[in-house]
């Protein structure tokens, strides 16, 4: 018999009666005649109104307390989906991290999952029930409640699936599958049968929220193949896995937007060893994320920019720090913009495929959309571009690779 997990975000349990249609979907899952470990979210908005009472108590608060407070969230709607099930004549028992044995490191609020110790489900599985577990949670070696960071559900579901070497982990959510852009931004958007391991990281760093990127990351590492699925509509879904689909010519899987981005310029340094270091160093002190790097080559006169982006609600503080920076080189002159996006294509296929650069700029060229920075990677090619054209480069990019067919 094969093992498989279910996991249902906030939206998918967000009343009774969504909770009762999430029973059916399970029973549906036994019925197939598989095994199943239902992990479940939050009622959709507990976390946040959890997160608010604390708040109300103590703005500042973080620690032990916090995540004993929004453990809770989980453990209402595995329990309630246990009920569901019972009632529909599924024997089924719900769990908490800790009693799934899920041992954490001891990071409040972010921590990592360190060894799972799954006698207790393995005991529950023999006796033929289906186990209800809370995500999100876990347990540190002095019995503390930890949580996994927002969205952690999801990294709770891939880790189980890893540990009792599931089939296939399943995410339902309220939409069908993964996208070659977002709907939204370009209604042409088609929803992808597959995508690799890779290629779902670059599509969720870079602003596709679908799945939390450490389960990914996880997924990846142990091999396990995730389903994204739709709790409200029928369907296969979009395969998560190592396979490739060889037999398309030149895979492009999609075109990624992010509005998160700020670009700052120190105008004017020295062209000399340790400029970049100089320049960075204060801004990794303060905690601030570096995205994009770019030096021009120094040419006029040993004088050199330096352009990066960071996160946008960086900015304000990224762009002190390097006035700092400025006034002690006592050299350059910092400018920056928080009007700018990063727009990607992102595609296995690149690597073994030139021309695919080229291909892009030319389309955005034609569509005269202004390009200010560029990377690369092996399967992802960014560029930054101001704000306002954002949706246009979408739609061209989508155009220019057939991403709808
Ligand atoms: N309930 C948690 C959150 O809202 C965890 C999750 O939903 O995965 O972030
Ligand atoms: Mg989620």
Redesign the pocket.
Known sequence: MSLVVQKF??TSVASVELIEHVATLVKDTCSQGHQVIVVV??MSG???RLLGLAEKVDEYYNGRELDAL?AT??QGSAALLAIALNKQGIQAVSMTGWQVGMLTDQNYNKARIQSIDASKIKKCLEQSKVVVVA??QGIDENGNIT????????T?AVALAAELKCLECRIYTDVDGIYTTDPRIEPKARRLKSITFEEMLEMASLGSKVL?IRSVELAGKYNVPIRVLSTFKEGRGTLISYEENSMEKMRISGVASNRDEAQLTVRGVPDKPGVAANILAPIADANIEIDMIVQNVGSRDGIADFTFTVHRRDYRKAMQVLENTVAELGSGRVIGTDDIVKVSLVGVGMRSHAGIASKMFSALAQADIDIRMISTSEIKISVVIKEELMNKAVQVLHDAFGLDK
């Open positions: 975000g906030g979210s939050a507990e976390t946040d929004l969230g989980e995500g999100f949580t996994l960071g927002r969205g952690g559900s999801d709770t939390q």
